[in-house]
C-alpha cells in the first residue's frame, strides 16, 4: 500500500480452481469445530453413563449400533432432495420462461403461480401434499401407485419450481439487450434467440444460485420426517426412544447435525467457487 | 355475524364442507391465536435476528483473527444444517442440559420454554443469514465513504455505527426482505415442537374435527395471504428507500 | 412454441381425467388376494405393541397379529408405519387396507372407519408423571403444562374436563422426550403403553409413576374402510378376531412381549372360550 495517490493495477482475477476450493474447505475450522463438538459430546456422555451398570454400553458403541440404520434414512433424504431438485428443475424451466414470455397473460399467470409458490411454507405445502393428493393415479390404461415418498418429492419440488423459475427469469433478466438485438438482426424468431443464443449463456450464471438452492432444499428434506416419512429423522427418534437414556440425545442429534454439515459444507464452498469463476467480467 | 355462522353451518350440513373455524368460536378462537402467535414469534426473530447479523457484521471486521473464525463457524454452521434439526437439538438436547429452575409448584423445569427454544434458535439461524447480507453490504459501501470518515475522526465504532450501517442497511434491504419472509415461512417448523402458532393451531382443529381438506386450503390461502401483504409493505419500503442511481 | 401448448394441453387433460375418475368400488379381500398383498397400517412408536428395532424392523404384538391376519389369507404382509393424526386417512384414501395401530374404538371415528368387533385390546386414559409431580388426582392438573400426542382421542375430554395446558407433538418420542427434560408435568397417554413403559424396567423411569386413576376406558379395533364392513373382508377379521380371544392367542402374545396381563383380555378369553 503506497501512501502516494496513484492509481495500483487492479487485484488479479481470483483463479478459482478446484484446488483453492478444497484448501479452503480443509482449512476452515468449521469442520474441526463441529467434529470436536461431537466428540467432546460423546465423552461427556460416556462420563455420564450410569455406573455400574453392567451390560450398559458406551455412548460411542450405541451411536454406532444406530448409525446405520439412520444413515439409510440419511441416504434417503438424499434420494428426496435429488429427485425434487430434478423434478423442480424441470417444471421450474418451463415456468421461467413462461414469466419472461412475449404474451402478457402468460406472463401475469407465471407470475401469479410463482408468487403463490413462493410465499407459501414448505412444511405447509408438504402437509397439503401428503394429505390430499390420491394414492393412486387411475389413467384410462393403468393405476399409477403413488407412494409416500413421491408425494413428498411432488410437495418439495413445487417451491424448488418457483424458485428455479425465479433464476430462471433473473439469469435471462442479466444478457444484454444487444444479444436479443444481433439475434434479430439475424432474423432468428424469438423461439430460436432464446434457445441458441440466450439460455446456453445463462446456464452458467444460473448454476451458482441453483446448487445455493439444492442446498436450502438438502436442508428441508428433513421436513418429511414431521409429515410421518420414514427418514433420518424419525429413524434417530426412534432410535431415541427405543434406548431411552438423555445423555444420548445431544450426541446423536449432534451427529446428524454433522451429515448434514458435511454434505452441504463442500457445496456451499463450492458455490462461491463457482460464482467467482462465472462472476460477469465486464 | 350470526349469519355468516348459520351460512357455514349449513354448509357443513348440506354439502360436507366443514369449515368450523366460522362457526364452532373454540376452533375460531384458537386459529386467530395461532395466527397472533405467528405475527409474534416472526417480529421477536426479526428483531434479534436483525441485532445479531449487525454485530456479527461488525465482529467480523476485528483484527483479532479468533474472532473473526468464530463467527465464520457461527454462520458456516447454521447456514449448512436443516433448521428442524437444529430446533430439535436446542430443544430437546440442550434444554435437557441446562440446569434446571423450581417452578411455583415445585417443579423441576427447564429454564427456556419450548417458545423460547423455537425464538432462540430460528434467530440464530436467521441471524447467519442476515451477518452475511450485512457483509455484501458493508463490502458495496465505496471505500472513499469510509475514508472521508476517517479522515474526519470517526473511530472504528463511529465509522461504523454513522456511516456504514445507514448506506448498508439501505443497500441490503432488498435482501433482507428475502430473509424476513423465509423467517416468517421457517416459523411453521416450530410446529414440530408443539409452539402454538398456526400450523399447530390447525392441526388441532383438523384432528378433531376430521376436516383435513378444508383446513388444509384455509392454512395454505392464510399463510399465502399473510406473506403477500408482507412482501406487498416491504416492497413499498424498498422502493421509498431505494438509493437513486445504485442498482447492484 | 406451439410444442409448449400442446403439451400443457395434454396435462391439462390426463389431470382433468385423474381428478374425476370415481374411486374404484372393488371388494377388498378379492383386491389383495389378487396382489397377493395385504398393507397394514401400525404403530412403530408404541413399545411393544409396534416399535422399531436396531435392524429397522417393525415388531411389536400389533405386527405378530398383522402376520397371523396375512398368513391365514395366504398372502405377503406389508406395514406402514402409522400415527394417530394419519391412519384413518390412510384407509380411506386406499394407502392401507387394515389399520392395527392401538386405534380407540370412539362413536365419532366409526362414521369414518368401521370397527371390527370384538375388540382386540382395552386401554384407558392415564398420565406418566414424575413421583416429584405429587399428582393425586385428574383435577390436580389443572393449569398445568400436560405433554400430549396428536390425533388422541382422549385430548379433548381431558382438556375439556380438567383444563391443562395441553402441549402437543406430532408423535411420542418427542413427547417422551419433553417429559423426560421436564417440559411438561406428565404425559397424558394410553395406561397401555404407561404400564408397559414403566414395568420395562429402565432404571431411567424408577423416577415416575401412573398416579391417576385411569379414566375412559376405550376398547382398541381393527379399522377397515365403511365399505368393508359387512363386506367379505370385515366378515372374516370379525370371525378372526373371535378365534384370538377363543384361542387365547392374544394372552400368549402378552406374555411373549412382556405386557402386563390386562383384565380385559382375560375377561374375553372366558366368555370365548366356551363357544
Same mark, same amino acid.
Given at each position: 500500500m503506497t501512501p502516494l495517490p496513484v492509481l495500483l493495477p487492479g487485484k488479479p482475477a481470483l483463479a478459482g480452481s478446484a484446488r483453492e476450493g478444497w484448501r479452503e474447505f480443509f482449512s476452515g475450522g468449521v469442520l474441526v469445530a463441529v467434529l470436536a463438538a461431537l466428540a467432546i459430546s460423546i465423552l461427556a456422555g460416556e462420563a455420564r453413563a450410569q455406573p455400574g451398570i453392567g451390560a450398559s454400553p458406551g455412548v460411542?458403541?450405541?451411536?454406532?449400533?444406530?448409525?446405520?440404520?439412520? =444413515?439409510?434414512? =440419511?441416504? =434417503?433424504?438424499?434420494?428426496?432432495?435429488?429427485?425434487?431438485?430434478?423434478?423442480?428443475?424441470?417444471?421450474?424451466?418451463?415456468?421461467?420462461?413462461?414469466?419472461?414470455?412475449?404474451?402478457?397473460?402468460?406472463?401475469?399467470?407465471?407470475?401469479?403461480?410463482?408468487?403463490?409458490?413462493?410465499?407459501?411454507?414448505?412444511?405447509?405445502?408438504?402437509?397439503?401434499?401428503?394429505?390430499?393428493?390420491?394414492?393412486?393415479?387411475?389413467?384410462?390404461?393403468?393405476?399409477?401407485?403413488?407412494?409416500?415418498?413421491?408425494k413428498a418429492v411432488i410437495g418439495l419440488s413445487l417451491p424448488v419450481m418457483a424458485n428455479?423459475?425465479?433464476?430462471?427469469?433473473?439469469?435471462?433478466?442479466?444478457?444484454?439487450?444487444?444479444?436479443?438485438?444481433?439475434?434479430?438482426?439475424?432474423?432468428?424468431?424469438?423461439?430460436?434467440?432464446?434457445?441458441?443464443?440466450?439460455?446456453?449463456?445463462?446456464?452458467?450464471?444460473?448454476?451458482?444460485?441453483?446448487?445455493?438452492?439444492?442446498?436450502?432444499?438438502?436442508?428441508?428434506?428433513t421436513l418429511i420426517s414431521v409429515v410421518g416419512i420414514q427418514d433420518s429423522m424419525t429413524l434417530a427418534r426412534a432410535a431415541l426412544v427405543a434406548e431411552g437414556r438423555t445423555e444420548l440425545f445431544i450426541p446423536m442429534y449432534l451427529m446428524l447435525l454433522s451429515w448434514f454439515f458435511l454434505y452441504c459444507y463442500p457445496i456451499a464452498r463450492w458455490t462461491t467457487v463457482l460464482e467467482r469463476r462465472f462472476r460477469v467480467r465486464v | 355475524m350470526e349469519r355468516i355462522a348459520d351460512f357455514f353451518r349449513w354448509l357443513n350440513d348440506a354439502h360436507g364442507v366443514n369449515l368450523s373455524i366460522f362457526y364452532d368460536s373454540l376452533d375460531r378462537s384458537r386459529f386467530l391465536e395461532g395466527l397472533w402467535t405467528t405475527v409474534e414469534l416472526s417480529t421477536i426473530c426479526t428483531l434479534l435476528s436483525l441485532v445479531i447479523g449487525v454485530v456479527g457484521a461488525w465482529l467480523?471486521? #476485528?483484527?483479532?483473527?479468533?474472532?473473526?473464525?468464530?463467527?465464520?463457524?457461527?454462520?458456516?454452521?447454521?447456514?449448512?444444517? +436443516?433448521?428442524?434439526?437444529?430446533?430439535?437439538?436446542?430443544?430437546?438436547?440442550?434444554?435437557?442440559?441446562? +440446569?434446571?429452575?423450581?417452578?411455583?409448584?415445585?417443579?423441576?423445569?427447564?429454564? !427456556?420454554?419450548?417458545?423460547?427454544?423455537?425464538?432462540?434458535?430460528?434467530?440464530?439461524?436467521?441471524?447467519?443469514?442476515? !451477518?452475511?447480507?450485512?457483509?455484501?453490504?458493508?463490502?458495496?459501501?465505496?471505500?472513499?465513504?469510509?475514508?472521508? #470518515?476517517?479522515?474526519?475522526?470517526?473511530?472504528?465504532?463511529?465509522?461504523?455505527?454513522?456511516?456504514?450501517?445507514?448506506?448498508?442497511?439501505?443497500? %441490503?434491504? +432488498?435482501?433482507?426482505?428475502?430473509?424476513?419472509?423465509?423467517?416468517?415461512?421457517?416459523?411453521?417448523?416450530?410446529?414440530?415442537? #408443539?409452539? +402454538?402458532?398456526?400450523?399447530?393451531?390447525? %392441526?388441532?382443529?383438523? %384432528?378433531?374435527?376430521?376436516?383435513?381438506?378444508?383446513?388444509?386450503?384455509?392454512?395454505?390461502?392464510?399463510?399465502?395471504?399473510?406473506?403477500?401483504?408482507?412482501?406487498?409493505?416491504?416492497?413499498?419500503?424498498?422502493?421509498?428507500?431505494?438509493?437513486?442511481?445504485?442498482?447492484? | 412454441m406451439l410444442g409448449v401448448f400442446t403439451r400443457a394441453a395434454l396435462a391439462c387433460v390426463l389431470l382433468a381425467g385423474w381428478s374425476a375418475a370415481p374411486a374404484r368400488a372393488e371388494d377388498t379381500l378379492e383386491k389383495i388376494k389378487q396382489h397377493g398383498t395385504i398393507v397394514v397400517g401400525v404403530k412403530n412408536d408404541y413399545k411393544p405393541w409396534g416399535f422399531v428395532d436396531p435392524s429397522g424392523k417393525i415388531v411389536g404384538m400389533e405386527i405378530d397379529l398383522a402376520e397371523d391376519v396375512a398368513k391365514r389369507l395366504?398372502?405377503?404382509?406389508?406395514?406402514?408405519?402409522?400415527?394417530?393424526?394419519?391412519?384413518?386417512?390412510?384407509?380411506?384414501?386406499?394407502?392401507?387396507?387394515?389399520?392395527?395401530?392401538?386405534?380407540?374404538?370412539?362413536?365419532?371415528?366409526?362414521?369414518?372407519?368401521?370397527?371390527?368387533?370384538?375388540?382386540?385390546?382395552?386401554?384407558?386414559?392415564?398420565?406418566?408423571?414424575?413421583?416429584?409431580?405429587?399428582? &393425586?388426582?385428574?383435577?390436580?392438573l389443572k393449569g398445568r403444562k400436560l405433554c400430549a400426542v396428536q390425533g388422541a382421542y382422549y385430548n379433548r375430554r381431558v382438556s375439556q374436563l380438567y383444563g391443562p395446558d395441553l402441549v402437543v407433538f406430532p408423535a411420542v418420542p418427542e413427547a417422551m422426550n419433553a417429559l423426560q427434560g421436564g417440559n411438561c408435568v406428565g404425559f397424558l397417554f394410553d395406561d397401555t403403553l404407561i404400564v408397559s413403559t414403566l414395568s420395562a424396567g429402565d432404571p431411567k423411569w424408577q423416577d415416575y409413576e401412573m398416579p391417576l386413576v385411569s379414566e375412559d376406558p376405550q376398547a382398541w379395533a381393527m379399522g377397515v374402510r365403511l365399505s368393508d364392513l359387512e363386506a367379505p373382508f370385515g366378515g372374516f377379521?370379525?370371525?378372526?378376531?373371535?378365534?384370538?380371544?377363543?384361542?387365547?392367542?392374544l394372552v400368549e402374545l402378552e406374555k411373549k412381549w412382556g405386557i &402386563?396381563?390386562?383384565?380385559?383380555?382375560?375377561?374375553?378369553?372366558?366368555?370365548?372360550?366356551g363357544s
Open positions: 460411542l458403541a450405541i451411536l454406532l449400533k444406530w448409525s446405520p440404520l439412520i =444413515f439409510q434414512g =440419511f441416504l =434417503f433424504n438424499l434420494m428426496v432432495s435429488v429427485l425434487s431438485m430434478l423434478a423442480g428443475t424441470a417444471l421450474g424451466l418451463w415456468l421461467g420462461l413462461g414469466r419472461v414470455s412475449q404474451f402478457v397473460a402468460l406472463r401475469r399467470a407465471s407470475g401469479g403461480v410463482i408468487q403463490f409458490f413462493r410465499n407459501a411454507p414448505w412444511l405447509v405445502l408438504l402437509f397439503y401434499c401428503m394429505f390430499l393428493l390420491p394414492f393412486s393415479i387411475t389413467l384410462p390404461f393403468a393405476t399409477v401407485p403413488l407412494p409416500d415418498a413421491a428455479v423459475a425465479e433464476i430462471v427469469r433473473g439469469g435471462v433478466g442479466s444478457i444484454p439487450l444487444e444479444q436479443w438485438e444481433s439475434g434479430e438482426a439475424l432474423a432468428f424468431s424469438r423461439s430460436q434467440i432464446m434457445w441458441m443464443v440466450i439460455l446456453p449463456q445463462c446456464l452458467r450464471r444460473m448454476i451458482p444460485p441453483w446448487m445455493n438452492l439444492y442446498a436450502i432444499l438438502t436442508m428441508s428434506t | 467480523q471486521g #476485528a483484527r483479532f483473527g479468533p474472532t473473526r473464525g468464530l463467527v465464520q463457524a457461527y454462520i458456516q454452521f447454521f447456514r449448512n444444517t +436443516p433448521p428442524l434439526v437444529q430446533l430439535f437439538f436446542f430443544y430437546f438436547a440442550v434444554g435437557n442440559e441446562l +440446569p434446571h429452575v423450581l417452578d411455583q409448584h415445585g417443579m423441576l423445569v427447564p429454564p !427456556i420454554s419450548n417458545v423460547g427454544w423455537a425464538v432462540l434458535s430460528l434467530s440464530l439461524f436467521a441471524g447467519a443469514f442476515n !451477518i452475511e447480507i450485512f457483509r455484501a453490504g458493508i463490502e458495496a459501501v465505496p471505500r472513499a465513504m469510509v475514508e472521508a #470518515a476517517e479522515s474526519l475522526g470517526y473511530s472504528r465504532l463511529g465509522v461504523y455505527r454513522h456511516v456504514l450501517l445507514p448506506l448498508a442497511f439501505r443497500i %441490503s434491504l +432488498p435482501a433482507l426482505n428475502n430473509n424476513l419472509v423465509n423467517l416468517v415461512k421457517t416459523t411453521t417448523l416450530a410446529y414440530a415442537i #408443539a409452539v +402454538p402458532e398456526l400450523l399447530y393451531a390447525a %392441526s388441532q382443529i383438523w %384432528s378433531e374435527e376430521l376436516n383435513v381438506r378444508e383446513m388444509m386450503n384455509v392454512l395454505l390461502v392464510t399463510y399465502v395471504a399473510l406473506i403477500a401483504v408482507l412482501v406487498a409493505i416491504m416492497g413499498r419500503w424498498e422502493r421509498a428507500l431505494h438509493i437513486p442511481g445504485y442498482s447492484p | 395366504g398372502v405377503k404382509l406389508e406395514l406402514i408405519p402409522v400415527t394417530g393424526a394419519n391412519r384413518m386417512e390412510f384407509l380411506n384414501q386406499g394407502r392401507i387396507d387394515l389399520i392395527l395401530a392401538t386405534m380407540g374404538d370412539t362413536p365419532e371415528r366409526r362414521k369414518v372407519v368401521g370397527m371390527i368387533e370384538p375388540n382386540y385390546y382395552a386401554g384407558a386414559t392415564n398420565v406418566l408423571a414424575p413421583k416429584s409431580a405429587q399428582l &393425586k388426582q385428574w383435577a390436580d377379521l370379525k370371525k378372526l378376531s373371535i378365534e384370538w380371544h377363543k384361542t387365547g392367542t &402386563k396381563p390386562s383384565p380385559f383380555l382375560q375377561e374375553m378369553h372366558d366368555k370365548y372360550k
